[in-house]
């Protein structure tokens, strides 16, 4: 895969990131438009690093809020209650609805938190030049790009709830703020993934010739 990837660089060919046109630029700028769909492709993604670690920072520091404030709101005759995810978790457990426990709590806080991770070690890894576990790294940004989008199904268990348990004046159920800080996680996380450029994992066993073509 590394001669390749060589072979591809050296005769100046881009693949674009929308249909995977493997083709060559028709001026020798760096920037050109995919002669199949019209998108714009690099050799690399711009400011990969810069992007990345950007909304990473953003995802991490929205965590925290999303885990600490409530993100339902719940109102009844007996007064207002307010629950966190982790809370939430522990009132869906029960011998018919543990499953769905376990469900919010995979997507709502494992997930994130394991992409969040996932991203800092294929971000430091790949500043540091490393060329070890190559295949495995490019498998774990691939299999964060597939679940990563799993993780909002916390946003839309609280939307649909809130949307449907409305029986006023007896019970009222809404979004509280925790579930905006979620959202923001996952967004942020996403926009991360898009962001990386996973061919910057192999290109520290390329020639230095080759790497800054």
């Given amino acids: 895969m590394t001669h390749s990837l ?9 693949s674009c990131d929308e249909c995977g046109l ?22 690399r993604k711009p400011q990969c690093f810069q992007r990345t670690w950007a909304f990473l ?23 207002r209650t307010s629950d966190t995810i982790l809370e939430g978790v522990v009132l869906l457990w029960s011998p018919t609805g543990w499953p769905l426990s376990l469900i919010v709590l995979v997507a709502s806080v ?3 938190s394991a992409k969040i991770l996932a991203l800092a070690y ?5 500043q540091r030049r490393s060329i070890r576990n190559n ?9 964060v790009e597939i679940i990563g989008r799993w993780s909002m199904v916390d946003v839309f268990v609280d939307t ?8 006023q004046p007896l019970m009222a159920v809404e979004p509280a703020s925790g579930l905006f800080f979620f ?24 020639p230095i010739e080759v790497r800054h073509a």
């Fill in 6 to 14: 060589a072979i591809a660089m050296e005769r100046g060919l881009q």
């Fill in 183 to 206: 959202a923001a996680v996952v967004v942020f996380t996403m926009l991360a993934v898009e962001s990386f450029d996973p061919r910057l994992i192999w290109d520290a066993a390329l």
């Fill in 160 to 167: 649909f709830t809130a949307s449907l348990v409305q029986l």
């Fill in 22 to 43: 493997l083709s060559r630029p028709l001026t020798s700028d760096d920037e050109a438009q995919c002669p199949r769909c019209g998108e714009e492709v690099h050799f």
């Fill in 135 to 143: 295949e495995q790294r490019t498998r774990l940004y691939r299999t």
């Fill in 57 to 79: 920072i953003a995802a991490a520091i929205c965590y925290v809020p999303a885990n600490m404030l409530p993100v339902l709101t719940t109102t009844t005759a007996a007064g």
């Fill in 122 to 126: 294929l971000l430091f890894t790949v």
């Fill in 110 to 112: 494992m997930i994130p």
